[in-house]
């Protein structure tokens, strides 16, 4: 089976390394792929946000399967280009991504089928979204989202009024998130933890998958501005299987059942962002992918072929069992340039690459990398993935953390407390 990967970030680097270490796999392409793509699959320089472009490469090459990674191609119709010329993806249609691409179509399409999720309201103009602070329909705090796609940074939690007529200013007057912010979402502020919660559909059946959770901010002890996440673990002790349970009848199943009744059945992989509040699990958003760091942390966990699965949610065979995952925790720790998540300094050369991946154990997936003249140098935000795995969240962290302490880059940042969350709950 020959296998494209769209995408250049640590979530494809993890699933071609995993795809690369199948038996039925002979070829596993990635487009554009990066420096740590290269070592386990051919890569074709392409811009992911132009469908066409994968496209091109997926005929030429005659790849068997396309699999995509990061939203922008899906919401732009990557899926629909590639059925209408019957090549056969793994995603969402463009009208079934809306679940990420539009909060305010995700609100709605929840209310439709009672799947639980905060109390909201859709707002098309700054006027109407002025009026409903004015009342105080959520009271404080208050979440504000921008409607389109932010890269994580359309959502603001204003404290009082005047904090929260500044964010609805800054995303409908001021456009900070151009288009994104033509509409928001006003929603009451849930209490509780969060974990997410993935499981791979194929239309019509899906697959359980497992839990993980992230860390959104750059900073310990989450503080500081939402990132597109510093590291991650799996699976989330705060998923125990009762939760697992209303997870997959109160939220997955409502969702599949309802998106293939409104017309867009939903195939892909679904990522279920949980607050788990003393109501029980609530949506705070879906992605339609999967997540990235998680899946550093995730893929390295699944006991089985991904290629195999794949190759069932593509022609809508895929059995409702749950996926084998292996049960020994595994942590991810994003080393990040300095400046992150707002403009970073890019072409910093880094060193212990090598020693790091000798680490037994650990793993590194790169993401904001590239090659300059025989040496591997920094070229984005998120540049590596550390993971680790042990018997204990406690073993894994320290695996992580000791393979990372071997990379080195000017400006390197990284977050000291990832995985902590889980030693509270878990012990
Ligand atoms: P989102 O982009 O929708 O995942 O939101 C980013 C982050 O904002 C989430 O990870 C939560 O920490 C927080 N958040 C979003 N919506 C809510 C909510 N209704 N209540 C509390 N926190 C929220
Ligand atoms: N880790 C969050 C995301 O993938 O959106």
């Known amino acids: 089976m020959k296998i494209l990967v769209v995408g250049g970030g640590a979530r494809e680097h993890a699933f071609a390394w995993k795809l690369s270490r199948e038996r039925n796999v002979t070829d596993v392409l990635c487009a554009p792929g990066n420096p740590g793509v290269e070592g386990v699959a051919r890569c074709f320089p392409a811009d992911p946000g132009n469908p066409a472009e994968a496209l091109a490469i997926a005929r030429r090459e005659r790849v068997d399967l396309t699999l995509v990674g990061p939203e922008l191609p899906l919401s732009r119709g990557i899926v629909d280009l590639f059925a209408s010329h019957h090549l056969a993806i793994v995603g969402p249609s463009a009208a079934a991504a809306e679940l990420e691409s539009s909060k305010a179509f995700a609100k709605d399409f929840m209310a439709r089928h009672q799947v639980p999720t905060a109390r909201f309201r859709v707002c098309d103009s700054a006027d109407a979204a002025l009026a409903g602070i004015a009342r105080g329909e959520f009271g404080y705090p208050v979440v504000i989202k921008a409607d389109g796609l932010a890269a994580g940074k359309g959502v603001a939690i204003a404290d009082d009024r005047a904090a929260a007529e500044e964010a609805i200013r800054v995303a409908m007057v001021d456009r900070r998130f151009g ?35 992230d860390h959104k901010r750059v900073y310990d002890d989450d503080r500081g501005p939402n990132t597109g996440g510093m590291g991650a673990f799996a ?33 892909g992989f679904l990522y279920v962002g949980l607050m788990l509040t003393t109501d029980g699990p609530k949506v705070i958003e879906f992605n339609v992918r999967f997540g990235d760091p998680e899946a550093q942390v995730m893929l390295p966990m699944l006991d089985e072929d991904l290629s195999w699965l794949l190759g069932e949610a593509a022609t809508g065979a895929l059995p409702s069992r749950p996926a084998h995952f292996r049960r020994e925790p595994h942590v991810g720790v994003v080393l990040a340039a300095g400046g992150y998540p707002d403009s970073v300094e890019t072409g910093k050369t880094i060193e212990g690459l090598a020693a790091a991946e000798q680490v037994p154990g650990a793993i590194v997936f790169h993401a904001g990398t590239s090659r300059r003249d025989g040496r591997i140098v920094t070229s984005g935000g998120r540049v590596l993935t550390v993971v680790g795995r042990g018997q204990t969240y406690r073993d894994a962290i320290d695996m992580a953390y000791a393979a990372g302490s071997l990379i080195h880059f000017d400006g390197m940042q990284f977050r000291r407390d990832i995985g902590r969350k889980a030693l509270v709950v878990s012990g």
Request: net charge negative; proline share 9%.
């Open 179 to 213: 288009a994104a912010g033509a509409r928001i979402v006003l929603e009451e502020f849930l209490a509780g933890q969060e974990a997410s919660y993935f499981v791979l559909a194929d239309g019509v059946a899906c697959m359980p998958l497992s839990s993980a959770q």
């Open 235 to 267: 699976p989330s002790p705060l998923v125990t299987p009762d939760v697992e349970r209303r997870v997959l009848d109160e939220i997955v199943r409502p969702v599949l059942d309802g998106m293939q009744r409104e017309g867009r059945p939903y195939r």
